[in-house]
């Protein structure tokens, strides 16, 4: 397949990539989106069967157009999303590829050489919105590598009949994490092990009021020099599930264990556990393997940004991964406004008086 040149070149067409999209529409700059999925939906078609939204559908919705309603005017299932995303996509004819897998981003004197499976792109900036779906993280524990049963991320979980009549221990204490130990908990003995004990919300609180919460409180901070992280909207929300399994009395958690052993755990206070199978429910890194020829990428698996833009190469700009690329970036009603500085600022670099030069990566 011969080179192809492109003013902007955005890996991934998940919520973020789609974002960035439709902003991008408005400059007038050339620009593709490559993704490496078969179908649209990022990674929602991948998630769990069960997986709902904990807030209505208009609080879900990327910038343009608002999420449809389910019929049963609830909280929007996994499916919903998948399709909403879907529609967003040809609805403003984004320019996506797919099935492609970019491999490495290298620098070059004209902004970029970004190589994939499908041959060989020329850019002058390039976004990363590839979220962080693909890079799962699950903790190391002492005697990991010898425990017999079964463990899976909850990227790799689907439902709960894998685990029917087992000893499951549910890890991690945020909705995830609840919405997953509800389900399992029907059909196995389950314990939930989180790092401290989970905070539920309110029944008659949904997302929609954390994320208003936390927002005001990410904004009190902007003040402050030594201000700890925004919230990570990690606040358990009592979907009805979650609901269903406080009254079944399934809730409760203890905190970890401290190692593994062939057929289960070790508890803190040296009392053994017979386990039959872990479901890993404890978050994501950054999934930019292939801008490690770069050397921007740090030992936390983040790139040091000034908003979404690399600090460290000019060009650069990473959309979606979390608070440090935006406050509630990673979400669908929080993206929006990332992506929309991103476009401008992108925009605002690529059409810079030609003394700017100075300021293009260069060859490594």
């Not at 029907?186 to 919460?213: I, K, M, N, Y």
């Not at 399994?245 to 052993?261: D, H, Q």
């Not at 199978?277 to 050397?295: K, S």
Request: net charge neutral; hydrophobic share 40%.
């Amino acid at each position: 397949m011969a080179d192809q040149t492109i003013d902007v070149l955005v890996i991934g067409a998940g919520q973020s990539g789609l974002a960035v999209g439709y902003y991008l529409r408005r400059t007038g700059l050339s620009f593709v989106l490559l993704d490496d999925q078969l179908e649209p939906g990022g990674a929602w078609p991948c998630a769990w069967d069960s997986l709902q939204l904990f807030s209505p559908a208009e609080a879900n919705s990327l910038p343009g157009w608002l999420m449809p309603r389910p019929e049963d005017n609830g909280f929007p299932p996994r499916d919903a999303v998948t399709e909403y995303l879907t529609q967003y996509e040809h609805r403003y004819a984004l320019p996506v590829q797919r099935p492609v897998r970019v491999t490495h981003v290298q620098a070059a004197s004209t902004g970029f050489v970004v190589l994939t499976d499908h041959g060989t792109w020329h850019a002058r900036a390039v976004v990363c919105a590839t979220g962080s779906w693909r890079n799962p993280y699950v903790p190391s524990y002492p005697g990991q590598a010898d425990f017999g049963g079964m463990q899976v991320h909850s990227s790799g979980y689907r439902n709960a009949l894998p685990f029917a009549g087992k000893r499951v221990l549910v890890v991690g204490g945020a909705n995830s994490g609840a919405q997953i130990l509800a389900e399992v908990s029907r059909v196995a003995r389950t314990r939930w092990v989180t790092e401290q004990e989970p905070r539920f919300l309110p029944d008659e609180v949904d997302g929609r009021v954390l994320f208003a919460q936390a927002t005001q409180r990410y904004h009190a901070q902007q003040g402050t020099t030594k201000a700890p992280p925004p919230p990570s909207l990690g606040d358990v929300v009592m979907v009805d599930s979650v609901k269903e399994a406080r009254r079944r009395g399934v809730l409760s958690s203890v905190r970890p264990f401290s190692r593994f052993i062939a057929t289960g755990v070790v508890w803190p206070d040296g009392q053994e556990e017979d386990v039959d199978a872990v479901v890993w429910c404890t978050g994501f890194r950054p999934a930019l393997a292939f801008l490690a020829g770069l050397g921007v990428v740090q030992a936390d698996g983040r790139v040091a940004t000034t908003n979404t833009r690399a600090t460290a190469l000019p060009g650069l700009w990473l959309v979606g991964y979390g608070n440090w690329t935006g406050f509630a970036s990673a979400t669908l009603i929080g993206v929006g406004r990332t992506a929309r500085a991103t476009a401008e600022e992108i925009r605002t670099w690529l059409l810079a008086p030609p003394d700017a030069a100075a300021q293009r990566p260069l060859v490594g």
